[in-house]
């Protein structure tokens, strides 16, 4: 069925003018993307969005990382779209990414992995409408 997921094209790949290398990607996997803004986050949005992470050793770091520069927030849509974004984003680390997928192909390193995919349709659900009016997803 078709399936909803959240992506962040992160600060590491728009500093670098990778989004539509990145989108280019995406498409190319056969997800169609049904919302997409770009925007500075807050610190409290960042804090707020990665809540899950509070009491990890690399919080701090990834919320400053996160709001360092602009990102592209986006709602993707396909047959099995989590799993299939998360095949198309590769490995959390680039060094275990596999060829092809856009973190061995663009990402600097495990904090700088140029984008973030929903884990689950519980969290997909919760981070598109974090960022998503539904009258914004035209699927
Ligand atoms: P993301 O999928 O956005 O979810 C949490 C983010 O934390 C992750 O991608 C990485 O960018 C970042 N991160 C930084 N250090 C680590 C780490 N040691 N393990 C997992 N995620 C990390």
Not at 55 to 70: E, K, Q, T
């Amino acid at each position: 069925a078709l399936q909803r997921t959240f992506s962040i094209i992160k600060p590491d790949a728009t500093a670098r003018n990778l989004t539509g290398a990145i989108n280019a990607k995406i498409e190319a996997a056969g997800l169609r993307i049904i919302a997409q803004k770009r925007m500075q986050l807050s610190k409290a949005q960042a804090e707020t969005f990665y809540g899950v992470h509070k009491a990890r050793p690399f919080f701090n770091d990834l919320v400053s990382f996160m709001i360092s520069g602009p990102v592209v927030v986006q709602v993707l849509e396909g047959e099995n779209g989590i799993a299939k974004y998360r095949d198309v984003m590769g490995a959390t680390n680039p060094e275990q990414a596999e060829a092809g997928t856009i973190r061995k192909e663009f990402a600097e390193s495990i904090e700088a992995n140029s984008v973030h995919g929903s884990d689950a349709p519980e969290t997909a659900a919760e981070e598109i409408a974090y960022f998503f009016a539904g009258i914004e997803l035209v699927g």
